[in-house]
Each structure stands twice: as C-alpha cells, then as structure tokens.
C-alpha cells in the first residue's frame, strides 16, 4: 500500500514549474530598450504597456516580444497577438503620432486612415502591411526634417501610396 502511494505521488510530479509569464512592465520596457534614443521610444513603449494590460496579451505573445534580441532580427511576434488586439495596437501607435499627422497633408492623413484599416486585413501579408507603414513613416520624417517645405511633393506621394494601396488590396480587404 505505502508503495502505490508513492508511485502515486511521483506520477504526479511533472518537474519544475514552468517559469512565470513575463509582465506587460517587462515587455514594455525591453522594447523601449530595443528601440532607443530614436523619437516616439517612450511613446511606443507606453503603447505596449496600455495595450498588453488592457488586451490581455497572451502569455506567449509576451515571451517572444522579450525574447526579441533586435529590431533588424523581429520575431514577428505581433501575429501571435489576435486581431483585434493588433487593430487596438496598431490604432494606439497611429493615436500616439497623431501629433505630426495632424499637421501632415490630407492626401498623407487618408493614406494613414487606409493603413490602420488595413491592420486588420489577414489576406494583406504581414511583411507588406509592414513595409507600407515603414515607407508612410519614413515620408512623414522627410517632411518633418523639411519643415514643411516640400508639403505639395509629400502631398503628391501619399496620394500615390494611397490609391495603389487601395487598388491592390481592394479585392482581398475590401478598402
């Protein structure tokens, strides 16, 4: 008897218990480390922090985000977020850099309005939708180093982007 209780107690031992999720504090902090010195770190790192504790980002879509070693090496890790908790995020940044979109054209603010809805388009792939903020967010920074002074020409390309986004995803997200 007193050994079938022990090879009871010992099936039920599965080793040490698994390490704790990593808090939305953590993964805050370690992507403003990531990201730096650059403009907007301490906007996005509060972004993360609001969006993870409110959404409940689940436990392995922290882990990535502090296993994440680079911003040249991402671990894609916004996929393992849900849809909608991409959107939120996503919606939050735009909210947070809202400040110089403000004072961007109107062709530049509707090609942004185009890329928030569009965040949430699971035909449009990852890379894609990435490579289109990165190109709005690199005009946007050329025409702040002007100090508006070429505002007809950012004008000119964000109507541009706009409307060959919109051709191009018009089928597959409905924009």
Do not use: Y
């Not at 906007?43 to 922090?49: E, I, L, N």
């Not at 070429?150 to 924009?175: E, F, I, N, P, V």
């Amino acid at each position: 008897m007193r050994l079938a209780g022990i090879l009871f107690i010992a099936a039920c031992h599965h080793g040490a218990a698994p390490p704790p999720s990593p808090s939305c504090a953590a993964v805050a902090e370690h992507v403003g480390a990531l990201i730096g010195e650059r403009p907007g770190a301490s906007a996005v790192r509060d972004v993360v922090a609001t969006r993870c504790a409110s959404d409940r980002w689940r436990d392995d879509a922290r882990a990535c985000m502090l296993a994440t070693t680079s911003l040249d090496n991402p671990q894609r890790c916004k996929a393992r977020l849900t849809t909608a908790q991409r959107g939120a995020f996503e919606r939050s940044l735009a909210a947070r850099s809202a400040g110089g979109l403000a004072r961007a054209p109107e062709a530049c603010q509707s090609f942004h309005a185009l890329l928030v809805q569009l965040t949430g388009c699971v035909a449009l792939p990852a890379a894609q939708r990435e490579a289109l903020r990165k190109t709005f967010r690199d005009s946007l920074q050329d025409w702040a180093r002007s100090a508006g002074r070429d505002l007809d020409a950012l004008s000119a390309r964000c109507k541009r982007m706009h409307d060959g986004l919109r051709q191009d995803t018009s089928a597959a997200c409905g924009s």
